[in-house]
């Protein structure tokens, strides 16, 4: 059975050799006109040569400079001179496909003309699209780069107008990055000036309880109450004193009337910081509350204050956002169309058909005899 299999496996072998030997003059002149043909029709004169140049970058992991220098804390602070990662390379992607560089470029050099789409044109605005999309293309690399590539017939223009994309998408990106940091620094300067209004008010409110002896609550409270406790123990120990006096000498003796001073005095005394504790004692927890809100309130504004200067730092200036490993340049050499690969699947495809069309007829006068 295999044996048989060889055999005729060998004969059709066999078969095939001896009709290309037979039918190699059709073949050979078929596969040399396929092949003129193909390399006059893929010439300049019937294709117009597109010629390509292209730019390759690395977007930068930060273009913040408050971020890259100001940062003190290790885990925020980036590397400016970092490249960025598939995130950064996704953004550029997004900006590069957008409307407003598209239509910049098209406006700069003016495409519609250049690409010989009349205004009388069914649809000239989709033709423009579909010639931008098919000769401007972006693309990411296994490198996590970014790449522009741009076809054109001129050489000049395509290297000009891959090199004008990659400055467009740098001043792109920090026109978005100002955008932002000017909102921002729109709440921060809002919030700033609406805390120092409130740390006004309670400065003031502060400062009439100041005028109203209350400096100080935790020191003065001890204080008074030390006052208070010495008076009245002064008092206490007068009277005592007094009803013994009282016993032995008359009212009117020098002894009795100098305890009952410092009995008065000592009773003035208590009532007068009395009248003080009470008072500390009504707006001493008003003093304490209005303390601590300002301080925290300082603390809120110096830090409003320091995110106010970075992201105007960030609003007025930036870094770069791309590092170009190769800048767009001028072509000597046509990209499309490949001749050599037209001919050559021209030419192939053009035996095949033949060797087909041989065989066929092969098989049919077989058959009819």
């Given amino acids: 059975m295999f044996q048989k299999a060889r055999d005729t496996a060998y004969l059709e072998s066999t078969s095939l050799l001896i009709l290309l030997i037979r039918w190699k003059k059709p073949l050979i002149i078929t596969v040399m006109i396929a092949a003129i043909a193909s390399a006059v029709f893929s010439g300049p004169w019937f294709v117009t040569p597109k010629f390509k140049s292209s730019v390759v970058f690395f977007p930068s992991s930060t273009n913040s400079i408050s971020k890259a220098l100001l940062e003190e804390s290790s885990s925020e602070k980036q590397d400016i001179l970092a490249y960025g990662e598939e995130e950064q390379a996704e953004q550029m992607l997004q900006i590069l496909n957008s409307d407003e560089i598209r239509e910049t470029i098209i406006k700069k050099y003016n495409l519609i003309q250049h690409y010989k789409i009349q205004a009388d044109d069914p649809y000239p605005q989709s033709r423009l699209y579909e010639e931008f999309k098919s000769n401007i293309t972006f693309s990411r690399t296994e490198f996590l780069s970014v790449r522009i590539e741009v076809l054109d017939t001129d050489p000049q223009m395509a290297a000009d107008i891959a090199n004008d994309i990659s400055s467009l998408l740098d001043s792109m990106k920090t026109k978005i990055q100002h955008e932002r940091a000017q909102e921002a620094l ?5 919030s700033y000036n609406s805390k120092l209004s409130d740390l006004k008010q309670k400065e003031d409110s502060l400062q009439q309880l ?5 400096i100080d ?3 003065q409270a001890e204080i008074l109450s030390e006052a208070y406790t010495s008076a009245a123990s002064v008092f206490e120990n007068e009277s005592a004193m007094l009803t013994v006096l009282d016993k032995y000498h008359e009212q009117n003796d020098s002894i009795i009337v100098n305890t009952k001073a410092r009995i008065k005095g000592a009773e003035a005394k208590m009532k007068g910081l009395q009248t003080q504790i009470n008072k500390i004692t009504q707006f001493g927890g008003a003093s304490i509350s209005l303390n601590s809100q300002i301080g925290y309130d300082r603390a809120e504004i110096s830090k409003l204050k320091d995110k106010y200067e ?18 767009a340049v001028k072509s000597e050499r046509k990209s499309y169309p490949v001749r050599w690969l037209i001919i050559l699947a021209t030419s192939a495809g053009a035996f095949f058909i033949a060797l087909l069309t041989i065989m066929s007829i092969q098989r049919y006068q077989e058959i009819k005899n």
């Fill in 310 to 327: 970075k992201l105007k730092l960030d609003a007025n200036q930036s870094l770069t956002h791309q590092f170009i490993v190769n800048k």
């Fill in 210 to 214: 100041r005028t109203m002896g209350i």
């Fill in 217 to 219: 609550y935790g020191s």
């Fill in 186 to 190: 729109n709440i921060i300067e809002t």
